[in-house]
């Protein structure tokens, strides 16, 4: 290859980089832009996923792609008790996390670092440790310029928030350093994580650790785990030489940790991680693996988005339809003559009164049976039982209905005033007129148009006090909405993200 052939390779590299970055900010900026609210129907998980995406596209993956050549990250990972803390102790040589028969005994990370890279982890992990760098060990090892080792909280911790604190830590991973003990290599739930590890593509180094010193145990041990690595699909092939052995042995009470030769041959394959090219095999991996991995899971975002928005549809749908199943039927009573079937009708104020507290009344029921319907929903229930109003009519809709009588009652004069033309109507003809109309009562005298004109305008009236009785309903489930064609923007992102991922890493 030409040197100006060469050149012109790694620049498209650079702009495939560029082109794959700028498409995974825009998929975390869709990504941060909303928040899953439909309670029930698995909220906090679908929320908890859509964090961890953002996360690791954003704590993970940009700065990889930005920096390739900042130090690969390994992760010890393993049942609990396995010996992690000490492998780590035993490669730093010094005491960087405490080991302990209590488990578990690592609850929050342990960065060991080599200075120059500290600040990095402080940035990275600022927000799992906590405010201060307690939980970095900076030290000079050569070894630590291409490679931090961070001991992570044990993942099959009994405490929830270690297993989440693991989970992050397992977010920034680009190698993984599973530890398991030869006196419990085969039970754990820090197997489940493997899968999940190698769902990343993450490279995994084995250890088993606290070997006895009989050759022919050993043997089989380290068979029937190899073997077993194999059946997970772990291990190319069941051979115990891919496995680094550690013999159980006495631990220097002065750094937590083993004799440096225990953990030589592990040494020696993280330092050829130092090579430079097998860096950046290393982390092109991972991050090929991550990719893959955040496009998988944007299906899942992409499926709660839709299951979501059908809720929040037959939410909506169902408190729409029992507002108008009760306009129809409100409508029915006005045209009947029945809307009023008690009450004094004997003045103005009267009128207004019944009218009034029918409207509400109507809201009422309207609302009850809207509820009904939710409650009948899981999510409606969970929607219920945070606003505990929408049985009844709303706090505002005496009002409205009170107002909506008197435009009425104000329109029954006008048009009795119209419909006379010549000279005043006599005293007490409107109220006689309004009783009529909502009794069913006959109004001598008064044109056939005129009359239904004015029940019509009643109904309008009924209408618009039942729609913003209903609104309560429709805004709430506005609040939870979710952008209309948010899944299609998010999944035409991830389709861009997969394109240009193929570029990057063809
Ligand atoms: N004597 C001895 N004890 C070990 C060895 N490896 C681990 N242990 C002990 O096993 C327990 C758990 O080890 P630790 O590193 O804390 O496990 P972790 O939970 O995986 O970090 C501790 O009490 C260690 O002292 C070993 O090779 N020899
Ligand atoms: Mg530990």
């Known amino acids: 290859m030409t040197e100006r052939a060469r050149d012109a390779t790694i620049g498209d590299h650079m702009t495939a980089a560029a082109a794959l970055q700028s498409s995974l900010e825009d998929l975390s900026g869709a990504l941060e832009g909303f928040q899953f609210r439909v309670p029930g129907n698995d909220q906090a998980g679908k929320e908890r996923a859509r964090v961890e995406l953002v996360r690791s596209i954003r704590e993970y993956l940009l700065p990889r792609l930005e920096d390739p050549d900042a130090?690969?990250?390994?992760?010890?990972?393993?049942?609990?008790?396995?010996?992690?803390?000490?492998?780590?102790?035993?490669?730093?040589?010094?005491?960087?996390?405490?080991?302990?028969?209590?488990?578990?005994?690592?609850?929050?990370?342990?960065?060991?670092?080599?200075?120059?890279?500290?600040?990095?982890?402080?940035k990275l992990l600022g927000g799992l440790i906590g405010r201060d760098d307690a939980g970095i060990v900076a030290g000079n090892d050569a070894i630590t310029e291409q490679l931090t080792v961070i001991d992570a909280p044990d993942f099959d911790s009994v405490y929830a928030d270690s297993r989440v604190i693991g989970e992050q830590v397992l977010a920034v991973a680009d190698l993984c350093i599973f530890v398991a003990s030869a006196l419990r290599y085969a039970d754990g739930a820090a197997w489940q994580f493997l899968d999940q590890i190698r769902m990343r593509g993450l490279p995994i180094l084995f250890v088993l650790n606290r070997l006895g010193p009989d050759p022919e145990s050993r043997k089989l041990i380290l068979g029937d785990f190899a073997a077993m690595l194999k059946h997970r699909d772990l291990l190319l092939e069941a051979d115990s030489s891919l496995i680094f052995d550690v013999s159980e042995q006495v631990i220097y009470p002065r750094h937590g940790g083993l004799h440096a030769d225990a953990v030589a041959a592990i040494r020696q394959e993280l330092a050829l991680i130092s090579d430079p090219d097998l860096r950046r095999a290393v982390v092109r991996q991972s991050t090929e693996g991550a990719v893959a991995e955040i496009i998988e899971k944007v299906g899942g975002i992409v499926e709660g988005i839709s299951s979501d928005l059908s809720v929040v549809?037959?939410?909506?749908?169902?408190?729409?339809?029992?507002?108008?199943?009760?306009?129809?039927?409100?409508?029915?009573?006005?045209?009947?003559?029945?809307?009023?079937?008690?009450?004094?009708?004997?003045?103005?104020?009267?009128?207004?009164?019944?009218?009034?507290?029918?409207?509400?009344?109507?809201?009422?029921?309207?609302?009850?049976?809207?509820?009904?319907?939710w409650d009948s929903m899981g999510e409606g229930h969970a929607l219920l039982a945070v606003t505990d109003t929408l049985w009844r009519h709303g706090a505002e809709t005496p009002a409205a209905?009170?107002?909506?009588?008197?435009?009425?009652?104000?329109?029954?004069?006008?048009?009795?005033?119209?419909?006379?033309?010549?000279?005043?109507?006599?005293?007490?003809?409107?109220?006689?007129?309004?009783?009529?109309?909502?009794?069913?009562?006959?109004?001598?005298?008064?044109?056939?148009?005129?009359?239904?004109?004015?029940?019509?305008?009643?109904?309008?009236?009924?209408?618009?006090?039942?729609?913003?009785?209903?609104?309560?309903?429709?805004?709430?489930?506005?609040?939870?909405?979710?952008?209309?064609?948010?899944?299609?923007?998010?999944?035409?992102?991830?389709?861009?993200?997969?394109?240009?991922?193929?570029?990057?890493?063809?």
């Open 71 to 122: 130090p690969v990250v390994a992760v010890l990972v393993g049942p609990s008790g396995s010996g992690k803390s000490v492998i780590l102790n035993s490669l730093a040589g010094q005491l960087a996390s405490e080991p302990g028969a209590l488990r578990p005994t690592t609850r929050s990370p342990v960065v060991w670092a080599n200075r120059r890279h500290v600040r990095r982890y402080q």
């Open 313 to 373: 549809t037959a939410l909506h749908t169902l408190a729409e339809e029992a507002y108008a199943t009760e306009l129809t039927m409100s409508k029915g009573l006005v045209s009947g003559g029945r809307l009023i079937t008690a009450g004094s009708l004997a003045d103005r104020a009267g009128i207004q009164r019944e009218l009034s507290s029918v409207l509400s009344r109507r809201c009422g029921v309207a609302a009850r049976d809207a509820a009904a319907a």
């Open 401 to 506: 209905a009170e107002q909506a009588a008197s435009a009425w009652f104000d329109g029954v004069e006008s048009s009795l005033a119209a419909a006379i033309r010549r000279g005043r109507p006599r005293r007490g003809a409107a109220v006689a007129l309004a009783k009529a109309l909502l009794t069913g009562e006959r109004s001598d005298g008064l044109p056939p148009e005129t009359r239904e004109a004015l029940l019509t305008d009643l109904e309008d009236r009924v209408a618009t006090v039942l729609a913003q009785d209903a609104d309560r309903f429709l805004a709430l489930t506005q609040r939870l909405g979710i952008p209309a064609g948010l899944g299609e923007t998010v999944q035409s992102l991830a389709a861009s993200v997969s394109e240009r991922a193929g570029e990057f890493y063809r």
